[in-house]
């Protein structure tokens, strides 16, 4: 692997991220066949993703999503511990949502865009799967799919930067 020797910056921001979920989880909800009485209940509890009574849920799974995102982007996003580091679980909703990469001098900015739309799509998608395995659990397994899918076009991106490219000196192939 080569060197890496520039920090890029992603951030993702909350009120973002909320109304993504929001729209989503409106949709979800709204498709829903709510014929009996229990059915309408959950139909509405899908599409209130983001009000008052679940928002405490979707911030934990936001940051639970975030730091399993960051883990998978080792060792692009590999930081010394410091001595003494302590964490708490106390929850904290943030403005901002940041993600710091090390990365290699020739590292493209059209690489970071795609890493930057995956990664949001990928902390939605992982919402949306924890959200709906409580509201609607018949459609839950498919943005689980989304993400993993999500999280696995993240590491082809970095794997195809890993190893130096070897270009023909020709268009037309090795003579």
């Given amino acids: 692997m080569e060197e890496l020797t520039k920090t890029i910056t992603m951030k993702f921001k909350r009120v973002e991220l909320l109304r993504d979920l929001e729209q989503y989880g409106y949709i ?18 899908t599409q ?5 009574s679940g928002i405490d849920i979707v911030t934990r799974h936001l940051n639970l999503a975030l730091a399993s995102c960051r883990e998978a982007l080792y060792p692009y996003s590999k930081k010394p511990v410091e001595d003494g580091r302590v964490t708490d679980d106390t929850l904290t909703a943030t403005t901002e949502y940041v993600i710091e990469l090390n990365v290699p001098e020739d590292f493209s900015e059209t690489t970071q865009d795609l890493l930057e739309e995956l990664i949001h799509n990928l902390l939605i998608y992982y919402v949306l799967y924890w959200w709906l395995s409580m509201t609607k659990p ?16 993240i590491k082809g991106a970095l794997a195809r930067k890993c190893y130096a490219m070897k270009r023909p000196t020709s268009p037309f192939g090795a003579h």
């Avoid at 209130?48 to 008052?52: A, F, M, R, T, Y």
């Avoid at 018949?138 to 076009?153: F, Y």
Wanted: hydrophobic share 35%.
């Fill in 138 to 153: 018949e459609g839950a397994d498919k943005w689980l799919a989304a993400a993993e899918k999500a999280e696995e076009k």
């Fill in 28 to 45: 979800e909800g709204d498709v829903m066949k709510a014929d009996a009485e229990h059915l309408k209940h959950g139909k509405h509890q």
């Fill in 48 to 52: 209130d993703i983001v009000q008052e």
